[in-house]
């Protein structure tokens, strides 16, 4: 069993930055998957990045190239996304999800993941 816990969200003005955080309980961390994945009002749940067990493996949306960052620190048991010029239509709550797999690939499809956080918010004005 694995437990997540989002932090970081918060009001911010459109072209500034947020770092949100995950912390995650369970002794085999490092074994773990995770992603990232954002909702936004009246849309449907959408993939943002995702990170592989070891931290060597990165995926990103299109939406989110060359603006965010998510990096790992399997000792801390922490992921995190470092959300730069960030947009009006970035506002959402965004959750880490996380699966134990070793595989190569992160995965971007929400139903490959098993445990979820709460979620955090992230509002982004213009």
């Known amino acids: 069993q694995v437990q997540l816990v989002e932090s970081g969200g918060g009001l911010v003005q459109a072209g500034e930055s947020l770092r949100l955080s995950c912390a995650a309980s369970g002794r085999t961390f490092s074994s773990y998957a995770v992603g990232w994945f954002r909702r936004a009002p009246g849309k449907e749940r959408e993939f943002v990045a995702a990170?592989?067990?070891?931290?060597?493996?990165?995926y990103y949306a299109d939406s989110a190239k060359g603006r965010f960052t998510i990096s790992r620190d399997n000792a801390k048991k922490m992921v995190y996304l470092q959300m730069n010029s960030l947009k009006p239509e970035d506002t959402a709550v965004y959750y880490c999800?996380?699966?134990?797999?070793?595989?190569?690939?992160?995965?971007?499809?929400?139903?490959?993941?098993?445990?979820w956080g709460q979620g955090t918010q992230v509002t982004v004005s213009s």
């Open positions: 990170i592989n067990s070891g931290g060597a493996t990165t």
């Open positions: 999800a996380t699966r134990q797999s070793v595989t190569y690939h992160p995965n971007s499809d929400p139903s490959w993941y098993d445990y």
